[in-house]
Each structure stands twice: as structure tokens, then as C-alpha cells.
T-cell receptor, first 117, second 115 residues
């Protein structure tokens, strides 16, 4: 089992550039979550999908952020244009259960450390 | 309103001793789950233990146990026989409802194990 795969692991970009973060969930998992971790705000949910459908994107900071899940094995988080305050670690997590299973843990990817200069 | 509260920003424990990391939560949903994750300096999030709101017994996983006090809305993590490798950030998290909803995390506690 390869676990949740995220790429890139590190990204350094300049303000104003477009950034795309990628995630491959564990095969068979039908829920996918994007979280952001900063020192100030801790771990916060950005958006999550069930069966490839976005369920709640209220955590997305602003219109510069967008996320897609075109199929069960791939999701992207895009920031355009990026700003220095977007610097953070972005985690993708997946979970096996769509309807029941409140105890199902979320499996986290290794994260993408984004630095916007 | 903050749903998960971890009041200890940092904790120290002597190697081989037990340590308790505090977590209180707030929810009006009778069905919820409580989780603890470990984040070492390498950055990955590692699942440790889970407690369901209807579980009658406290959860245990090896050296980890969860002291679940439902009436007090607390879900403290107990680590027995601490090891140097236990030094990390520890996050308490909650999921409400039956469907697969996101986790809400506390701010975390940084545990340092001293030799």
C-alpha cells in the first residue's frame, strides 16, 4: 500500500505565480480532504470531496484557491495568483468510508511545503 | 466556537515515565469520534488512537490509551513508558455525525521526552 501520495513535496515560488498541488488518495478510498497547516492557525480544512464531488469548500480562503477531483484517484489544489501569506504545509488525506464509519481514520499524505516569496 | 481545546502548548516527560496530554471538546451531536494524531519533526501525520462517543470502554493501542470522560467532554491521551521517539506534536481531533465528515483539530501539544 503506497499510502496517500502528494507532489511536489516542496515548492518555492514567487508571488503572483500559479501553484498546483497534487494528490493521489489510497485506492478504494472515496473521501478526500485538503488541509492547510500554519503556525498561526494550526490545521484547518480547506475543502473535501465524497465520491469525487465537492461537499464543503467553505474553508477555501478566497477565490484564488480552487480544487478539483476529476476522478477517484487524483485531486489538485490550485492557487492563482499565489501570495506570501499562502506559505504553509498543505496536506491531503483520504478515508475509506463514504456513508458510515465515523471511526474511519483519515490517512494523511506527507504534505507539500509551499513557500511563496 | 472552538470545538477542540488542547491547553498544554508544551510538555516535558522523563523517559520511561507516563504522560497525559489533555483534550476537551465541544459538540451537541450525540454521535462523534475522537482521534489522536502524532506529528514528528519530519512532518507526517500519524494516526494513534480512536474513541467513539458510544464506546463503553476506553480505547487502548499499545502504549497509548485514551481516558474518555464523556460527561466532562474530555479525551485525554495517556502515553505509558515514554520513549525518546515519542517527542513530537500531538493533535486531538473530532469528527461529528455518522457520515464521513472532516476532522476538526486542536492546536496541538508539543511533547519532549528527556533522557
Amino acid at each position: 500500500d503506497a499510502g496517500v501520495i502528494q507532489s511536489p513535496r516542496h515548492e518555492v515560488t514567487e508571488m503572483g505565480q500559479e501553484v498546483t498541488l497534487r494528490c493521489k488518495p489510497i485506492s478504494g478510498h472515496n473521501s478526500l480532504f485538503w488541509y492547510r497547516q500554519t503556525m498561526m492557525r494550526g490545521l484547518e480544512l480547506l475543502i473535501y470531496f465524497n465520491n469525487n464531488v465537492p461537499i464543503d469548500d467553505s474553508g477555501m480562503p478566497e477565490d484564488r484557491f480552487s480544487a478539483k477531483m476529476p476522478n477517484a484517484s487524483f485531486s489538485t489544489l490550485k492557487i492563482q495568483p499565489s501570495e506570501p501569506r499562502d506559505s504553509a504545509v498543505y496536506f491531503c488525506a483520504s478515508s475509506p468510508s463514504g456513508l458510515v464509519g465515523i471511526g474511519d481514520e483519515q490517512f494523511f499524505g506527507p504534505g507539500t511545503r509551499l513557500t511563496v516569496l | 466556537a472552538q470545538k477542540i481545546t488542547q491547553t498544554q502548548p508544551g510538555m516535558f516527560v522523563q523517559e520511561k515515565e507516563a504522560v497525559t496530554l489533555d483534550c476537551t471538546y465541544d459538540t451537541s451531536d450525540p454521535s462523534y469520534g475522537l482521534f489522536w494524531y502524532k506529528q514528528p519533526s519530519s512532518g507526517e501525520m500519524i494516526f494513534l488512537i480512536y474513541q467513539g462517543s458510544y464506546d463503553q470502554q476506553n480505547a487502548t493501542e499499545g502504549r497509548y490509551s485514551l481516558n474518555f470522560q464523556k460527561a466532562r467532554k474530555s479525551a485525554n491521551l495517556v502515553i505509558s513508558a515514554s520513549q525518546l521517539g515519542d517527542s513530537a506534536m500531538y493533535f486531538c481531533a473530532m469528527r461529528e455525525g455518522k457520515r464521513n465528515t472532516p476532522l476538526v483539530f486542536g492546536k496541538g501539544t508539543r511533547l519532549s521526552v528527556i533522557a
